[in-house]
């Protein structure tokens, strides 16, 4: 069925990839709200986008810099979900000794007391391969919440923007952001969680399996099936949260470097310039996605470490104080690091397919 033209032109999606639009937004208001364009004049450029609109200023558009790909078309879901395997299966993987030494402190903090001394003992009792025990299903876990994570997000964000309705859709466009992103991250994290369960048990267990093909059936007679699910509802405590900032605090990061950092549109910006926006707006998010997030993390890898443990048993082991500060500093680090690369190299991934990078540029006037 062919999507009606409100849909094919959600104003959310829109003035977040085209700085022209947030113009036309800007500049035409009733009341303090953004008026919809006409659809004869998205139609009439939609067949020209070099034409000027009625009074001098450009109708609005979608912008795929080299139209390789139509915009919110399969192709672009399929693309974004492309992108967020290459972002996310990537970057977890390059920092698996990190995470290794963060969930060893989570489970054993008298043994691993910081951050040096961690990889002190694991270099000493594993050998330097023993950094990267676990590899495999993080880049297998990863990989699939990426792709569901990214190319989810994008269809909600599309999708609760035409159920909120042009003026709505700009004006609660951070709910937007928040409500997209928590709805793909309950999808993305289904694809995650047996892997997640399976590389916890083998990075926190020393002898229980050299990695995911002798660890998943040991885990799985173990625990059984079942049991690869034990930590959903805490990764849900930790992964929607953290997704929810990560993404709204993206978007608004861009939005805001754009409009008082960079004195220039973001479409006369050059792609690398653009990039480094992605990726510094990435880092940012990734402070404070991990802080947010974080005692979640801690009864993840406690729940997933012990047998028959629940989260009143990590509770009254780990603390209230606990959950919040152990391993925190490693994970800001991890964390911060891993969201600016993750938006960085998806932003890379659109750009080399034909699509523009992520997040919304500030108004510039019209003349």
Known sequence: MAPSDQSRHSLVP????????????????????????????????????????????????????????????????????????????LTHMAVTPLDLVKCNMQIDPVKYKNITSGFGVLLKEQGAKGFFRGWVPTLLGYSAQGACKFGFYEFFKKYYSDLAGPENAVKYKTIIYLAGS??????????????????????????FARGLSDGLPKFIKADGVSGLYKGIVPLWGRQIPYTMMKFASFETVVEMIYKNVI????????????????FAAGYIAGVLCAVVSHPAD??????????????????KKIGVVGLFTRGLPLR??????????????????????????????APAPVK
């Open 182 to 207: 928590a709805s793909a991250e309950v999808i993305a994290d289904i694809a995650l969680c047996p892997m997640e369960a399976v590389k916890v048990r083998v990075q926190t267990q020393p002898g």
């Open 14 to 89: 829109e003035f977040l990839y085209s700085s022209k639009i947030q113009s036309h937004l800007s500049n035409n208001t009733n009341h303090g709200l953004p008026l919809l364009p006409s659809s004869s004049s998205i139609a009439s450029h939609s067949s020209s986008s070099s034409l000027p609109a009625q009074g001098g200023a450009k109708s609005p558009v979608i912008l795929s810099p080299k139209e390789k790909i139509r915009m919110f078309s399969p192709a672009y879901y399929a693309a974004c979900s492309a992108g967020g395997v290459f972002s996310c299966g």
């Open 263 to 278: 004195p220039v549109p973001k479409e006369k910006c050059s792609k690398n310039k653009q990039l480094g926006v992605s």
């Open 298 to 315: 801690n009864l993840v890898s406690f729940l997933n470490n012990a047998k028959g443990a629940t989260i009143g048993d990590a509770v």
């Open 332 to 361: 800001i680090v991890m964390i911060g690091t891993l969201t600016g690369a993750q938006w960085g190299l998806y932003d890379s991934f659109k750009v080399f397919v034909g699509l523009p990078t992520t997040g919304g540029s």
